[in-house]
């Protein structure tokens, strides 16, 4: 069959044990023909398991010297396909440890095939009816989910599988995607969506093997590297939105002092302008060389954050303006309510449009 033929499996693996040589067994018995470790920088005395592959099993092992972490052992193998005399119509990525079944397998392998321009994922039910996920998991993943759906409009309901399908056009593109480790399997999503890559989701059953140990997943480092774009928006946004704080009481009550027969509406409104131009350029700078490390043209992309900072701190004044009107309230709670719920939105736009 083509599709046993033509779509290779791809197992990056670091200190395997018996679970690879049984999936590596099954995979063979359901009649893929090939099967591509990697070996990311395994210490010595887990050698055996890579000459049983290539021996017994009939799999090309790649091998780093010293260990690179998931995302570059994922580069190296579709590097090596790519290459291959023999063109491959699509691989599928399945973790070594066994917790991805054969029949998902063939299912993803399958919309590969059927799919070429999509990104396929193979998801696992994180729902509270699920009892087969350790506690850990369904928070990372749930975490996980929420923040693309909020800060990209990515919907997924598995962002941290390891078991995806990707087609020749996918590999190549995927190739340019920053991230070594765990963080390159999530900006690998950030590529496909930027790119106008679809997202094709296979439902797949859950498997944790003894709770999950046996995964090299570090839930503080790798955490960090997933979630390294995003910690730096924040920061970067909240050391402008200090400055914009500051700046905007300094002007209500300088404005207050010397204008005080103006409405404090107005004031407000004034005031907002005023700090968002010093808090701007201050976030401007940062976000271009410590968050988004955009090389473009520095006078487009300016242009493009000024004609944002124009629409937030146009929002961001009249709807505090507004809501003073309305509530009179303290005008920088109000301000700090309303500059919250515009941050997420403002993500958005930098990311996929202003730092693009």
Known sequence: MELYRSVAIIIPSLNPDEKLLSLLADLREAGFARLLVVND???AEYDEYFEKARDNYGCTVLRHAVNQGKGRALKTAFNHLLNEDEPCLGAVTVDSDGQHRIADTIAVAKK????PDALVMGCRDFSDNNPNIPARSRFGNRTTSRVLRLLCGITLSDTQTGLRGFSPQAMRRFLATKGE?????????????????????????????EENKSSHFNPLLDSVRIYSVFLKFIAASLSSFVVDILAFTLFVATLGWLFPFVATEIRIIIATYAARVLSGLFNFTVNKKTVFK???????????????????ASLSAFATSGLYALLNWN???????????LFLLSFRIQRGWVFK
């Open 294 to 312: 955009s090389h473009g043209n520095t006078g487009s992309r300016l242009l493009r954050y000024c004609i944002l900072s124009v629409a937030q």
């Open 112 to 115: 590969v095939i059927d799919n």
């Open 331 to 341: 005008e920088t709670l109000l301000k700090l309510i309303v500059d919250c719920i």
């Open 41 to 43: 920088g395994s210490s």
């Open 181 to 209: 480790r765990f963080e390159y399997e999530m900006n690998m999503i950030l590529d496909a969506h930027e790119s106008g890559i679809a997202f094709l989701e296979v439902p797949i059953e859950t498997v944790y093997i």
